[in-house]
């Protein structure tokens, strides 16, 4: 019984119930067996996944099966342009290679109360090998099954035909060293044809890579010789939110980095966070954090892929209930969802919201935001964490160039700034 209790919590946390238009092609899990998905730059972890066409810089994708066996899956790759909807680009006009890898390289976990299968690939590789820029979604899939997608994750190649110049400031249009932070991007384009820029340039901005805060800047401001200028747009003014929160459950021993308690129920260990508080009417406090990422991490272990276990995280937010929001907890494990697996349920016994995830032992960022009931849009910091203009921000920018003709938007550059 107690463990089907655990599969039924990894079901909440692998199963999204968010309608989208178009074609579905967020990150995310489908299915009950899989969790922990990570996609990022091989030995670069601060980097967004983004690499250079054409270099020695790889992708790595890694994920979890939860069971004793493991599944014989491969992977396929979607071009898609700018937003994430599938391009016109046929198999063979963006990859040298057939369409389609076997996922060979697995392990299985060891000393793990939770058993589960680690598995990893990289791109590009000899069965999937990129040969044009953009946006691409990884769709893994049983080999039995390759219409059943099990999980899918997003990535970029970048050509970096132009240089990209940003900065970012708290004197804004909406006043100075407030609650917001500004942009302004010059993009170079000497030594390349870029058309018409008012038309055939797309630039995305995106905060601490959360989705929900992607702004495309289709209209430069002016050009400048050489350089497209973006600037005094409502596009390019962001809450400035606050520094993530962070706990540690990288030891079943002893507390981690604020841990209250850590004990075993059957059939795995429980970790209770400290009891967190609304920030919004605080003063704004530094904090080095990784902006919103997680790290899998065991402390005795050699190779935490696979020593490191499945552990039910206790969250509570000790606050008054707040009418017509619902409360979530995000970050990079919550893979930009918004769904009954982070949904905060209000406890009016306790005073407060409280929310169990399993995730594995690890360095995690989180926050606490609010979207109003009812509703998928509008994803705010601002009622809990409070929007503090000294936080440091990251801000990954991707610049896309489609000029008439073209059939796909390439991706000729992209760079990422920090407020502060």
Known sequence: MVKRIFIFALALFSIGIEAVKGEDTRTGVNHIRFNTLKTEVVDNFMSPPVITLGSNERIRISFDEIGEDNS?????????????????????????????????????????????????????????????????????????????????????????????????????????????????????????????????????????????????????????????????????????SNEYRRFESTSTRFPGMRVDSTKYEEPNYHTW?????????RNYEYDRTQHGRFIVREYNSTDSNIGADYITVHFFLDTPELKGEEVYIDGEFTMGKFDERNRMEYNGEKGGYELQIPLKQGAYNYQYVTLPKGSNSKVSTSAIEGDKYETENEYNIYVYLRKPGDRYDRLVGYTTVFSN
């Not at 893994?140 to 994750?153: G, I, M, N, W």
């Not at 190649?157 to 917001?180: H, L, P, Q, W, Y």
């Open 273 to 281: 966070v400290n009891v967190d508080y609304p920030r919004n009417e």
């Open 72 to 240: 014989y899956l491969s992977a396929r790759l979607v071009h898609c342009n700018a937003d994430w909807q599938p391009s016109g680009l046929v198999e063979s006009e963006y990859l040298e290679s057939f369409n389609t890898m076997d996922i060979d390289d697995y392990a299985f976990s060891t000393n793990t109360f939770i058993h589960y299968v680690n598995y990893m690939l990289e791109i590009p590789s000899e069965g999937l090998r990129p040969m044009v820029s953009g946006n691409y979604l990884l769709q893994v899939y049983d080999r039995d099954a390759p219409d059943d997608v099990l999980l899918q994750t997003r990535f970029r190649i970048a050509e970096n035909m132009s240089k990209i110049g940003a900065g970012v400031t708290t004197r804004t249009d909406r006043g100075v060293n407030d609650r917001f932070q500004q942009l302004e991007i010059a993009v170079d384009n000497t030594g390349n044809d870029f058309g018409n820029p008012y038309q055939d340039v797309k630039v995305e901005v995106v905060q601490n890579a959360r989705e929900s805060t992607s702004r495309f800047l289709k209209s430069p401001l002016r050009l400048d010789g050489n350089k497209i200028i973006y600037g005094h747009s409502m596009d390019l003014l962001f809450p400035a």
